[in-house]
C-alpha cells in the first residue's frame, strides 16, 4: 500500500517567517507534487519534480519553492510566509511509467497569522 | 491551454437518489482522466481512472464515470447514493507530466 506522509498536519507560522512542509513517499516514485487546495478553486499545482534534484513550476510557484534530494522526499518552502499563503497544502506521488494515478498525502493545514 | 470545468459546485441530495456529476475538460493530447474523493477529514483517494478501451469505467463503491471523447466529457455517476457519499469530488486529467483538476463538487447526501 503505498503511503504518503506529510511532516505536519496543522501548522500556525507568523508573517515573515520561513516554512518547510515535508512529504515522504515509500514506492520508489519518480514524479511528486505539491499542491494548495483552496474553496471553490479546487488544487493548484505549485510545484512538481519528475526526479531527484528536477523542479518544474506548477501553475501558482510565486512565493515557494522546492528540494528534491532524495527520492522519496520533496519539500515545500515558503521563503517569507505572508497571510495569502494560508491554505492546505497537499503532496502527492506517482510513478512515471504505467498507470499514472496520484497518490496524496493527508495534507498540511497552514494558517500564516 | 488544459483545463478541467465541473459544473456542479454543490449538490444535495437525498440518499436512494441517483447522481451524476458533469466533468468537461480540454486537452489536445491522449487524455488519462480521472475521479478522486474527498471525505470530510481524510485524504484525496482515487474513485476511478480512464486511460484507454471500454469508455464505461467502474470505480469503488459503486461509482461508475464514462468517457465521451466527442464531448470531451467524463460524468461520474451513482444509481444509489448514501449518506456516506458525502465528500468532495474532483475531476482530473493528466497532462505530460502535470494533472490538472477542477474545483471540485460538494456533495451532501441527506439521511
Known amino acids: 500500500d503505498v503511503k504518503v506522509t506529510q511532516s505536519s498536519r496543522y501548522l500556525v507560522k507568523r508573517t515573515g517567517e520561513k516554512v518547510f512542509l515535508e512529504c515522504v513517499q515509500d514506492m520508489d516514485h519518480e514524479n511528486m507534487f505539491w499542491y494548495r487546495q483552496d474553496p471553490g478553486l479546487g488544487l493548484r499545482l505549485i510545484y512538481f519534480?519528475?526526479?531527484?534534484?528536477?523542479?518544474e513550476k506548477g501553475d501558482i510557484p510565486e512565493g515557494y519553492s522546492v528540494s528534491r534530494e532524495k527520492k522519496e522526499r520533496f519539500s515545500l518552502i515558503l521563503e517569507s510566509a505572508s497571510t495569502n499563503q494560508t491554505s492546505m497544502y497537499l503532496c502527492?506521488?506517482?510513478?512515471?511509467?504505467?498507470?499514472?494515478?496520484?497518490?496524496f498525502g493527508p495534507g498540511t493545514r497552514l494558517t500564516v497569522t | 491551454a488544459q483545463s478541467v470545468s465541473q459544473h456542479n459546485h454543490h449538490v444535495i441530495l437525498s440518499e436512494a437518489a441517483s447522481l451524476e456529476l458533469g466533468c468537461n475538460y480540454s486537452?489536445?493530447?491522449?487524455?488519462?482522466l480521472f475521479w478522486y474523493v474527498q471525505y470530510p477529514g481524510q485524504h484525496l483517494q482515487l474513485l476511478l481512472k480512464?486511460?484507454?478501451?471500454?469508455?464505461l469505467v467502474k470505480g469503488i463503491k459503486g461509482f461508475e464515470a464514462e468517457f465521451i471523447k466527442s464531448k470531451f466529457s467524463f460524468n461520474l455517476r451513482k444509481p444509489s447514493v448514501q449518506w456516506s457519499d458525502t465528500a468532495e469530488y474532483f475531476c482530473?486529467?493528466?497532462?505530460?507530466?502535470?494533472?490538472?483538476f477542477g474545483t471540485g463538487t460538494r456533495l451532501k447526501v441527506l439521511a
Open positions: 486537452y489536445g493530447g491522449t487524455v488519462n
Open positions: 519534480s519528475y526526479d531527484v534534484k528536477m523542479k
Open positions: 502527492a506521488s506517482s510513478p512515471r511509467q504505467g498507470r499514472y494515478e496520484q497518490y
Open positions: 480512464y486511460f484507454s478501451g471500454d469508455p
Open positions: 482530473a486529467v493528466r497532462g505530460t507530466y502535470k494533472y490538472i
